[in-house]
Each structure stands twice: as C-alpha cells, then as structure tokens.
C-alpha cells in the first residue's frame, strides 16, 4: 500500500507564492510519474481535476498552459517526494491540489494513488 502525505498550502495575496510537497511512502518498488493536479470549487467530480504540473521518468516534464513560467515542478527521487514552487499567484489558482504518484509496488504491481488534497486559496 502506498501512501501520499501532502504539506503546504494556505492563503496569499494575488502575485504572491507558495509551496506544496508530497512525500511518497509504503511498498514502493520504483516510481514512473509525480505529480499535481487540482480541484475547483464546485468541481468536486475526480473527472473535474485539471492537470497542473508533472514530472516523468528522467525528469521530463509537463504543465498545464495556464501555469507555465509561473510554476516549478522537482523532484527528489531519493525521498520520493515532489514539490510544486508556486509564483505570481491568481485568483484563478484558487483550489484543492492533489498530488498524484504513478509507479509499481515491492510487489511489482502497478499504483495509482492520490494524496488527502491541499488547499490553495489565492485573494485579496
């Protein structure tokens, strides 16, 4: 079983930043992706999260339009954890982010996980 504990978060103002971390943990064989995705209010449907940042096998890396050169995605393999470095905030950014891990258990079987959900509230 594998499991995601998230950290970070909070309120700021529009233009200001914030981080968030996920730490896997549990029987993890290897891990395939990291990454973040989020919720909007009055979207609480799992097909509804959008796609923020994630970061690949060899570090390769993608992002969603809307946060491009506003938002960094890394990843330390050693601690299987993921961090989301967030700048230049919006209101728009406002939701509940989540992390989400892709990767094979000691047993060789594949994981889908997703962590508890952060809440990022972006306003003035």
């Known amino acids: 079983q594998v499991h995601l504990a998230e950290s970070g978060g909070g309120s700021v103002q529009p233009g200001g930043s914030l981080s968030i971390s996920c730490t896997a943990s549990?029987?993890?064989?290897?891990?395939?992706?990291m990454g973040w995705y989020r919720q909007a209010l009055g979207k609480e449907r799992e097909k509804e999260r959008e796609?923020?940042?994630?970061?690949?096998?060899?570090?390769?890396?993608e992002y969603a339009d809307s946060v491009k050169g506003r938002f960094t995605i890394s990843r330390d393999s050693a601690l299987n954890t993921v961090y989301l470095q967030m700048n230049s905030l919006k209101p728009e950014d406002t939701a509940v982010y989540y992390c989400?891990?892709?990767?094979?258990?000691?047993?060789?079987?594949?994981?889908?996980?997703w962590g508890q959900g952060t809440q990022v509230t972006v306003s003035s």
């Open positions: 989400n891990v892709i990767g094979s258990g000691s047993d060789f079987k594949s994981f889908f996980s």
């Open positions: 549990g029987s993890i064989f290897s891990i395939n992706a």
């Open positions: 796609m923020v940042a994630r970061i690949i096998t060899s570090n390769i890396t």
